[in-house]
């Protein structure tokens, strides 16, 4: 089954003061270290919500439909553009996703479901699981009536969780750290070293 990646790049970064998509770690942009990763397992990358100076070769820019909404709208954006009925989302302020487990999540995904969610803990993932179009209609729905929580359109749709152990839990905190201080950017590129 072939899977879109979709990386949600229209935030306003506003804890890091700068585009957090085009810091560098070991002198690449954080969102290019998430393409490479995502187009390791999607055969089409899109990036939702960007701008042209987010422009990496191998993935389309598409705009928010509803602009200024949040992740939410970058999803459904995306989600509306895809060329496959399911969708991998992940935030571009991941430096280091893991591309086995994005193949874990993905191989989760059941006919009829509209969301397979990463469960970390007692914590949701949004910004790192699978979405069907069905999920899109839902998100709009949400979005129609100002309600912008990437988790809202859960309550219209059939959806799972794939839930990872604690055990488990201890070997993803790079795979799953964001980039959102100045702080955390520090970190990740201290990991790199």
């Given at each position: 089954m072939d899977i879109t990646g979709i990386i949600l790049a229209g935030g306003k970064s506003s804890r890091m003061g700068e585009n957090k998509a085009l810091l560098e770690i070991d002198g690449i942009t954080i969102i290019e270290r998430v393409a490479g990763v995502v187009a390791s397992v999607c055969p089409e990358v899109?990036?939702?919500?960007?701008?042209?100076?987010?422009?990496?070769?191998?993935?389309?820019?598409?705009?928010?439909?509803?602009?200024?909404?949040?992740?939410l709208c970058g999803l459904?954006?995306?989600l509306t553009e895809a060329g496959n009925r399911y969708s991998f989302a992940?935030?571009?302020?991941?430096?280091?996703?893991?591309?086995?487990?994005?193949?874990?999540i993905i191989g989760e995904?059941?006919?009829g479901c509209a969301a397979v969610m990463l469960k970390t803990g007692p914590f949701f993932e949004p910004l790192f699981s699978v979405y069907s179009k069905d999920f899109a209609k839902?998100?709009?729905?949400?979005?129609k009536k100002g309600i912008f929580k990437v988790t809202a359109p859960l309550e219209l749709v059939p959806w799972k969780e794939v839930a990872v152990s604690p055990k488990e839990l201890a070997g993803l905190e790079r795979a799953?750290?964001?980039v959102?201080?100045?702080e955390e950017y520090e970190r990740a590129k201290g990991i790199i070293k």
């Open positions: 899109i990036i939702a919500g960007g701008s042209n100076r987010l422009d990496i070769p191998g993935c389309r820019t598409v705009p928010d439909i509803y602009p200024g909404c949040g992740p459904h954006a995306g992940v935030a571009c302020d991941i430096p280091f996703p893991d591309a086995g487990l994005m193949k874990r995904i059941e006919e839902a998100a709009e729905e949400c979005i799953l750290m964001n959102n201080t100045p």
